[in-house]
């Protein structure tokens, strides 16, 4: 591939740019990595995605594809140069795919104002998760110690689907990181940071044993460890970022 014909538009902070980083990386792909600012987006940008004018969004040979697992399932169909990301099997690649819609739709629905991934958000009201909001909004440890337990449930049922999926291995792609890995793996960073900035434990050992071991394998494939953000990094950006996001809001 001739260099620039493929570019990245993203947000080192922003789990659905992690998304096809990874896949790319399981490819072994080449590309330009654009950065986007948080608080203001490009001409590029806006002239790739005009209808959401939200990252990610790859453009191959001057061609764009957006939204983050669209942009996966492409990945995995137009290079063959690494192992297959979405499985091979129809009825898995449908598990895989409910399962990515219930972590975007019910679990970790993330959000930065100016590089959203989610549609229909309006100016100050953005949330981080809606799944784990109440967690930082929570007035109380009594109100806290609910939205932890909610988040957890959440959890407990990924935990039955990994177990349904993974068949026994490593990954919810079994001996190597599939579609489902990326699409639920990407959140694993901010996880830490809600960890960290609440006081609380997410994920486990005792309740999610083998999405415990997973997150630590995931974390540890060549294809995540370099594009997965560290923890302490990532809390100092979410700082500023809801600073700005708060003030907004308040102006």
């Known amino acids: 591939m001739a260099e620039n014909d493929l570019k990245l538009l993203g947000a080192w902070p922003s789990p659905y740019v992690m ?38 969004v790859l453009i191959h040979d001057g061609k764009p594809i957006c939204e983050s697992l669209i942009i996966v399932e492409y990945i995995d169909e137009n290079w063959n140069s690494g192992p297959s990301i979405l499985p091979s099997d129809p009825y898995d690649r449908a598990i895989a795919r409910f399962w990515a819609t219930y972590i975007d739709d019910k679990l970790f629905n993330f959000c930065l104002y100016g590089v959203t991934e989610r549609k229909n958000v309006k100016r100050g009201k953005e949330k981080w998760f809606p799944a784990l909001r109440g967690i930082a909004a929570a007035q109380g ?13 959440g959890l407990v049922l990924l935990e039955d689907a990994f177990k349904n ?33 609440n006081n609380i434990k997410l994920l486990d050992e005792s309740k999610t044993p083998g999405l415990y071991k997973w997150a630590a394998d995931f974390c540890a494939d060549s294809a995540v460890k370099d594009v997965m953000p560290e923890t302490d990094k990532l809390a100092a950006a979410a700082k500023v970022i809801l600073a700005k996001i708060r003030a907004q809001a308040s102006s």
């Open 19 to 56: 998304r096809p980083r990874i896949a790319l990386n399981i490819k072994s792909v080449d590309y330009d990595f654009l950065e986007e600012q948080f608080g203001t987006k490009s001409d590029l940008l806006l002239k790739s995605n005009p209808i959401y004018k939200k990252i990610p």
């Open 141 to 153: 440890e009594d109100a806290k110690k609910a939205a932890t337990e909610s988040v957890i449930e």
């Open 165 to 197: 999926c993974s068949k026994g291995e490593k990954f919810f792609g079994r001996d190597k990181i599939g579609y489902l890995d990326i699409a639920l793996g990407c959140f694993l960073g901010w996880t830490r940071v809600t960890e960290k900035l």
